[in-house]
């Protein structure tokens, strides 16, 4: 396929059908920031709700930074990957000491805050200011599989660069971006998922019974309710000792968790 008709057929569905979100709405680099680690690995529709309570609570990244963790987590509960929130933080920390409470605006500049990598860097700087970046994910490899890569598998990401690069809009990156991921999102739908021709495709691993479930309790537990030690751990999580134990050298490792004479809480942040 010619790089002009796929675009015609992208851009085409975007303008029949393309979705609707409040971070699309109105453009705020700080709302594009909080919608992108929220979106990682999270389905959209559960997000919309969680960014909206987010904006109104911590409208700016100086009111998120004077937040403390265990507010923090309790307001991202039931969105996983806890470690996500905790990142964010210290990310808007960054913002307010090194960027003078502004959003980064460039890839590289943005690839300087915690949990930023590439794929963030790009879209950050596309979706907030508009930027012509070259970046992929889930659903725009989904696209580019679908449409030019029908036949073949183990594809890797740097035969899909070069395709990006040759198609993308430089006067208005954004609308191309948000057209192709909805063209993905659609896509899935619709057919076998093309990603698992994907040299890079990975099928995640089941939630239930998996340490990230056994963390996810924990800090839930924490962030609600306070302080705890191993058994009312036990009681609050339904989990066994050594898998909590196990859980929470994690947490402590990573700074999510603080212990002090058996009682373990939120680290003060």
Not at 117 to 136: L, M, Q, R
Not at 216 to 230: F, H, N, Q, R, T
Not at 247 to 261: F, G, I, P
């Amino acid at each position: 396929m010619d790089n002009e008709t796929f675009k015609k057929i992208i851009l085409t569905h975007y303008h029949e059908a393309g979705r609707t979100f409040p971070w699309r709405e109105h453009i705020n680099p700080w709302g594009v920031l909080v919608s992108e680690f929220m979106l990682q690995q999270t389905q959209t529709e559960r997000v919309i709700d969680y960014w909206n309570r987010w904006m109104e609570k911590w409208p700016s990244p100086k009111d998120f930074a004077e937040a403390g963790l265990e507010e923090v987590l309790r307001e991202w509960s039931g969105l996983g990957y806890n470690r996500r929130a905790r990142f964010l933080k210290e990310a808007a920390r960054k913002i307010v000491d090194d960027f003078s409470g502004q959003v980064p605006q460039t890839p590289g500049e943005l690839k300087t805050l915690p949990g930023i990598g590439e794929y963030s860097s790009g879209a950050v700087a596309c979706f907030a200011y508009n930027v012509p970046c070259v970046f992929i994910e889930t659903n725009i490899r989904r696209v580019l599989l679908h449409f030019f890569f029908q036949d073949q598998s183990d594809i890797k990401d740097s035969k899909l660069f070069p395709i990006l690069e040759d198609t993308l809009d430089k006067k208005n990156p954004r609308l191309w971006y948000w057209a192709l991921m909805d063209y993905g999102a659609e896509l899935k739908k619709l057919t076998a998922n093309p990603n698992r021709r994907s040299a890079h495709y990975t099928k995640q691993s089941k939630f239930e019974g998996s340490l990230r479930q056994v963390r996810g309790a924990i800090i839930k537990a924490l962030a609600k309710e306070g302080p705890a030690d191993m058994e009312a751990l036990n009681q609050k999580t339904g989990f066994d000792y050594d898998r909590i134990k196990e859980a929470l050298e994690k947490l402590r490792h990573e700074s999510m968790v603080a212990e002090n004479k058996g009682t373990y809480k939120i680290t003060d942040q």
